[in-house]
């Protein structure tokens, strides 16, 4: 009955997402790549809040079919709503799919979905400042990921560049070798994700040879 009154309950139609700070009762958030949303843990510790955000409802139901598919256990589905064992709760509603892990999971994700907040557009792709060494992301976004590009030296060399956090929205280029590019994936509060790459103008294009690997650098929420 709760999971019937759960899914009638849901409003449909797209919305911006759910600001964290709206959430009573949270941890630390996180944001992460590649996906849009945030995820945070009870500060209790006592479980812990998923909240995805898609460009439309398709990007949420191939979301929410991936996450609820292969779990196991799940005692009830109807329609967008699943509940497990009554500790996990997996909700779409038009482009948000919240995910629920506590003791009283289906109060939780009801009271998620409460403060969500209605359409407004999609933020726009940020603009990102290199003066020397450093590297600035302007515009108001809860956090940033850099990734540099691969570097070349006068002498013909090359290696991958790592960029430093020194704050939110800025970095610092560590090593002797100046990027060719930076990726940069920027969230805003609601975990509304962009990502655009920064190209050096003045540094001619290297033909790729073979895939760099490195490990992102996350800048985190304060």
């Known amino acids: 009955m709760i999971a019937f009154l759960l899914a009638t309950a849901l409003a449909g139609g797209l919305h911006a997402g759910v600001d964290p700070a709206r959430v009573s009762g949270l941890g630390r958030v996180v944001y992460m790549a590649p996906e849009a949303g945030w995820s945070a843990p009870l500060a209790d510790e ?20 991936a996450k609820v598919k292969h779990r196991s256990g799940v ?3 109807l329609g967008d709503v699943s509940l497990r064992d009554g500790n996990e709760a997996f909700v779409r ?15 939780l994700v009801t ?6 907040t209605g359409f407004e557009n999609w933020p ?3 603009e990102v400042v290199v003066s020397g060494r450093n590297v600035r992301v302007n515009g108001s976004w809860a956090a940033v990921l850099l990734i540099g ?8 060399t090359r290696s991958r560049t790592h960029i430093v956090p020194t704050g939110l929205k800025t970095g610092r280029i560590d090593g002797t ?12 509060k609601y975990g509304r994700l962009v990502v655009t790459t920064w190209l050096d103008p003045h540094r001619p294009a290297v033909q790729e040879t073979e895939a760099p690997v490195t490990g992102p650098l996350a800048i985190p929420v304060d």
Do not use: K
């Open 124 to 126: 726009p792709i940020p």
């Open 75 to 77: 005692a009830m589905s």
């Open 93 to 107: 509603d038009g482009n948000l799919v919240v995910a629920v892990r506590a003791p009283d999971a289906q109060a």
């Open 177 to 188: 070798l100046d990027p060719s590019s930076i990726e940069v994936t920027a969230w805003d």
């Open 46 to 65: 006592s479980g812990s809040v998923r909240v995805f955000v898609g460009r439309g409802d398709t990007d949420a139901a191939a979301f929410y079919e």
């Open 111 to 116: 009271r998620v979905l409460g403060r969500a």
């Open 149 to 156: 590009g691969e570097s070349q030296a006068i002498d013909g």
